[in-house]
C-alpha cells in the first residue's frame, strides 16, 4: 500500500486536492478533521489542554476561541499545544493508516498541513505539495472570516516557505492553474499509484 502525504502552505488549495482525491474513491486522512474530532470525543486531550490552559471547555467540547486566546497569555504557547495534540494525532493517523493496510488498500493520502514541520514524511512513500502564486495564495486567505495581514504572516512564520516545500516534494500539483486541469494531476496520480503500475 502507497502512503501519499499531502501537504502545502495556507490558502494554496490543498482541502480542494484532497476532495478530489475522495472523489476517486482514494481514502483520505486529514489531520484538521482529526484534531477536532479528538477536541470533541478525547477525554485525554480535553484533560491535558485543561491543565496547560486553563478553562479551554464549553459544553465539555474543546472551544477553538477559548483556547485561541489562551495560547497567547502562555509562554511557548503553540510549543505547549502543538506539545500535546501532536502524538494523539500521529495515533490516530497509524490506525487509519493501519486499518486501510488490512482492507489491501492500494493507496491512502493523508493530509498533513505541517507535515515537513513534524517530519511527517519519515512515515510516508511520498509526498505530494500543492502550491500556487503568492498572490493567488494570498487572495484566497484574506477573505477567510476574521483573516488580517497580522494573522496570514503569523501562520506563514509557522510553516516551511513554499519554495522549500516543492523542492522537498516527490510531486507538486499547482492549484492556480484550473480545476479541471488539477483534477487531471490528481487521476494520473491515482492511476500511477492503483492497477497501472508506476508508470
Do not use: C
Amino acid at each position: 500500500m502507497i502512503r501519499l502525504g499531502l501537504t502545502g502552505s495556507i490558502g494554496m488549495g490543498k482541502s480542494t486536492i484532497a476532495g478530489m482525491f475522495r472523489d476517486e474513491g482514494i481514502p483520505v486522512w486529514d489531520a484538521d478533521e482529526a484534531v477536532h474530532r479528538l477536541y470533541a470525543t478525547s477525554p485525554v486531550i480535553k484533560q491535558q489542554l485543561t491543565e496547560a490552559f486553563g478553562d479551554v471547555l464549553t459544553d465539555n467540547h474543546v472551544d477553538r476561541a477559548k483556547l485561541s486566546a489562551a495560547l497567547k497569555t502562555v509562554d511557548h504557547g503553540f510549543d505547549r499545544l502543538n506539545a500535546i495534540v501532536h502524538p494523539l494525532t500521529v495515533d490516530d493517523r497509524k490506525m487509519f493508516v493501519d486499518s486501510h493496510a488490512r482492507r489491501h488498500a492500494e493507496l491512502v493520502v493523508v493530509d498533513i498541513p505541517l507535515l515537513y514541520e513534524t517530519g511527517a514524511e519519515a512515515h510516508l512513500d511520498y509526498v505530494l505539495v500543492v502550491s500556487a502564486p503568492a498572490d493567488v495564495q494570498k487572495a484566497r486567505v484574506m477573505v477567510r472570516p476574521g483573516m488580517t495581514e497580522e494573522k496570514f504572516a503569523a501562520i506563514l512564520a509557522r510553516q516551511i516557505p513554499d519554495a522549500e516545500k516543492r523542492k522537498r516534494a516527490h510531486f507538486v500539483i499547482d492549484t492556480g492553474q484550473s480545476l479541471d486541469d488539477a483534477r487531471a494531476e490528481v487521476r494520473k496520480l491515482v492511476n500511477r499509484f492503483t492497477g497501472g503500475g508506476l508508470a
